[in-house]
């Protein structure tokens, strides 16, 4: 069942574990939380500092992330309007586990490049739990 009075809106997943690595899981996300942990920031100080964002990307993830609960918008009535964006007492408590996912990729990143380097020079397992889609029918 969709909701009119919200646009794009998804059933929430029964699986809480799932549902939060849909919040997290975006790198657009990883990165403005980044930004913002250093404090509260405007939309072009957080379009400048994350190299590669669209307009587009930026202002879904924060409508996302201010829907979530994570990022506080906070329009001020000067001409014109200034908006800041900085994350909520809920957003803080994702820093940790970010840092701690940051700290892991900084110690075996390299592992995980290698890992791919020898899988992709291996000539292709023939793996029989793996069907020919191509093979005629018995």
């Not at 918008?73 to 970010?98: F, K, N, Q, S, W």
Request: proline residues 9%.
């Amino acid at each position: 069942m969709s909701d009119q009075l919200h646009p794009g809106y998804e059933p929430e997943s029964p699986c809480h574990y799932r549902r939060a690595l849909e919040v997290v899981s975006s790198k657009w996300t990883v990165l403005v939380f980044y930004e913002l942990e250093k404090g509260s920031k405007r939309y072009s100080e957080l379009r400048k500092q994350i190299e590669g964002v669209t307009k587009k990307m930026l202002t879904q993830t924060l409508r996302q992330l201010e829907r979530d609960g994570l990022v506080r918008r906070t329009v001020y009535p000067t001409v014109p309007p200034t908006v800041d964006y900085a994350l909520t007492p809920l957003g803080l408590t994702l820093i940790e586990p970010m840092r701690m996912l940051h700290r892991w990729t900084e110690a075996h990143y390299d592992s995980v490049l290698q890992s791919r380097r020898a899988y992709d020079n291996e000539p292709a397992p023939e793996d029989a739990a793996e069907p020919d889609l191509a093979a005629e029918p018995d």
